[in-house]
């Protein structure tokens, strides 16, 4: 038995960029999915893994996403006086749900360059890496999993997703040796592999449970396109030192990266709230049989 994972890191300095006007002075992670920014559910799954420490790497722009972790006194005094109890609670347990830290990464230098930064926070104990882009509302399930399988065998955990035909090769993609269930024991990563080329099916979601020898690796990958650092190159490197798996899941969630998938977000967890759900059910409805298409 390894140490605990305690930590949850998570990298938010991204422009944004696929999200514009939108994006153009609000963070991407801050936009609303169903009642609360979208990188609140993240923290909120890190949370429900049994994290109680979370580090967000931001950068200049993304002083939002700080305050909204923050407390805002002014606020919070407003709720009480006007005894708006269960307001007031929800903008509290956002503070108080984890401790948090930020640190900001001065440039575009990529996803590993992002995780790296958080070498002194961690130190020598795994943890937790969630792109924030990525969705998984499953009550922290597949997190959890996650670490107890980091915690039990010593190796890092990353999730992994069984797509079809080329379209492997738009993601990065996973190799393995063994399989028990659905842990499988890689012995190879490629980034974007052509179809014919590709080791499996099997794509690299946004979960990640490193061990700290992750540090180590970061440390001597060479830049790649664009000068920036690639996870991927690093992780490739923790095969057999000390050892990397993969958890298949059954359900990757859905990436609020994309227009399509933030808006498929927004309707099926809204269908899903358990106030707001019924309503929502019956204004869908009415919007397609008002356009003929139900």
């Given amino acids: 038995m390894g140490k605990r994972v305690r930590t949850a890191v998570i ?38 893994a049994g994290i109680d420490d ?8 993304k002083k939002g996403v700080e305050d909204h972790f923050d407390r805002m006194a002014e606020l919070e005094t407003l709720l009480e006086a006007k005894g708006k109890v269960e307001m007031l609670a929800s903008v509290r347990r956002i503070t108080d749900m984890a401790t948090f830290h ?21 130190r020598d104990e795994p943890f937790a890496v969630l792109l924030p882009d990525e969705l998984l509302p499953d009550g922290g399930a597949t997190l959890r999993r996650m670490i107890d ?50 080791p499996s099916n099997l ?15 970061l440390a001597v990958t060479e830049p790649g396109q664009a000068g920036e650092i690639q996870l991927t190159d690093a992780m490739a ?3 057999g030192d000390p050892g990397l798996r993969g958890l298949v899941i059954k359900d ?11 808006l498929r977000a927004n309707i099926e967890l809204s269908l899903d709230d358990p106030v707001a759900g019924t309503e929502v059910a019956e204004m869908l409805a009415g919007i397609m049989k008002s356009r003929g298409l139900a």
Avoid at 252 to 262: F, I, P, S, T, V
């Fill in 102 to 122: 930020f640190t900001r990464q001065g440039a575009p230098l990529g996803l590993g360059h992002a995780v790296s930064m958080a070498a002194r926070h961690v």
């Fill in 149 to 198: 399988e980091c915690e039990a065998s010593g190796s890092s955990v990353i999730s992994l997703f069984e797509v079809d035909g080329p379209e492997i090769s738009n993601y990065g993609c996973a190799g393995f040796s063994s399989r028990d269930g659905d842990v499988v024991e890689i012995d190879r990563i490629v980034e974007k592999p052509r179809f014919e080329e590709a």
């Fill in 54 to 61: 979370v580090l967000i790497i931001t950068s200049p722009t």
């Fill in 237 to 239: 490197m923790l095969i």
């Fill in 252 to 262: 990757a969630g859905y990436d609020a990266g994309q227009k399509l998938d933030w």
């Fill in 11 to 48: 990298p938010a300095a991204g422009l944004g960029t696929r999200f514009l006007p939108a994006t153009k002075s609000q963070p991407k992670e801050m936009l609303t999915v169903v009642d609360r920014p979208a990188i609140q559910w993240v923290v909120e799954e890190a949370v429900a």
């Fill in 203 to 217: 794509k690299v979601t946004g979960r990640y449970v490193f061990t700290p020898e992750i540090f180590a690796k």
